[in-house]
C-alpha cells in the first residue's frame, strides 16, 4: 500500500532563517505531487505541483520554492522566512490521471517568529 | 479561486442523515466534484468523487444533479467522529482548489 510521510511534524523558526520541508511517498511510482499550505482558519492552498523528477510548477508567486529531486521526494524550501510564512502545509500524491483522489501527508505546523 | 461555494457551517444530530450542498455552477465537462473532510490538524482525508452519476462508497454518496451545478454529500448516519471542515472541490488536470468548506458539527 501507499504511504505519504513528511517531517517535521512541528517546526519554529526566526524570521529570515532557512526552511527545508520533506516529503516522501512510498508504495507508488512516478505520482504527482502537490505543496499546499493552510493558514490559521482557512482553506487549502495550492502552492506547487510536480508531475515528474525536476518539474515544478508555481501556482502563487511567493518567498517559496520546491523540488523534486527523486521520483518520490518534495521538497518546499526557502531562503528567509518571513512571519505570513506560518501555516499548515500539507504535501500530497495523486496519480498522474484526470479523476483520481489526492492522498495527503499528515502536514508540518510552521511558526515564524 | 474556488470554483464552489459552500455554506460556512452546518449541524446535525447524531444518528440522522447530514447533507452538505455545493455550488459549482462554471463547472466544466471534464472536471469532477471531490469531496474531503479535515479533522483538527490533520491532513484532509478523501470522501468520494464524481463525474455525472450519482456515487456511493463505505462513507458516503454523493448527489449531482442532472446539469452539475450543484451537488449534496450524503453522510447517511452521522456520528460525533464526523465533526470537521468538509470541502467540495472541483478539479481539473492536475488542479485541486479548495474553498473554505463547511464546518459541519455533529450534536449528541
Known amino acids: 500500500s501507499q504511504t505519504i510521510h513528511q517531517w517535521p511534524a512541528t517546526l519554529v523558526q526566526p524570521v529570515g532563517s532557512p526552511l527545508s520541508l520533506e516529503c516522501t511517498v512510498e508504495?507508488?511510482?512516478?505520482?504527482?505531487l502537490y505543496w499546499y499550505r493552510q493558514a490559521a482558519g482557512r482553506g487549502l492552498q495550492l502552492l506547487f505541483y510536480?508531475?515528474?523528477?525536476?518539474?515544478i510548477s508555481s501556482e502563487v508567486p511567493q518567498n517559496l520554492s520546491a523540488s523534486r529531486p527523486q521520483d518520490r521526494q518534495f521538497i518546499l524550501s526557502s531562503k528567509k522566512l518571513l512571519l505570513s510564512d506560518s501555516g499548515f502545509y500539507l504535501c500530497?500524491?495523486?496519480?498522474?490521471?484526470?479523476?483520481?483522489?489526492?492522498?495527503f501527508g499528515p502536514g508540518t505546523r510552521l511558526t515564524v517568529l | 479561486d474556488a470554483k464552489t461555494t459552500q455554506p460556512p457551517s452546518m449541524d446535525c444530530a447524531e444518528g440522522r442523515a447530514a447533507n452538505l450542498p455545493c455550488n459549482h455552477s462554471?463547472?466544466?465537462?471534464?472536471?469532477?466534484v471531490y469531496w474531503y473532510r479535515q479533522i483538527h490538524s490533520q491532513g484532509p482525508q478523501y470522501i468520494i468523487h464524481?463525474?455525472?452519476n450519482n456515487e456511493t462508497n463505505e462513507m458516503a454518496s454523493l448527489i449531482i444533479t442532472e446539469d452539475r451545478k450543484s451537488s449534496t454529500l450524503i453522510l447517511p448516519h452521522a456520528t460525533l467522529r464526523d465533526t470537521a471542515v468538509y470541502y467540495c472541490?472541483?478539479?481539473?488536470?492536475?488542479?485541486?482548489?479548495f474553498g473554505a468548506g463547511t464546518r459541519l458539527t455533529v450534536k449528541p
Open positions: 508504495g507508488t511510482s512516478n505520482p504527482n
Open positions: 510536480s508531475v515528474g523528477i525536476g518539474q
Open positions: 472541490i472541483v478539479r481539473g488536470l492536475n488542479d485541486m482548489r
Open positions: 464524481g463525474l455525472k
Open positions: 500530497a500524491w495523486s496519480v498522474s490521471l484526470v479523476g483520481n483522489e489526492q492522498f
Open positions: 462554471t463547472i466544466s465537462g471534464n472536471e469532477y
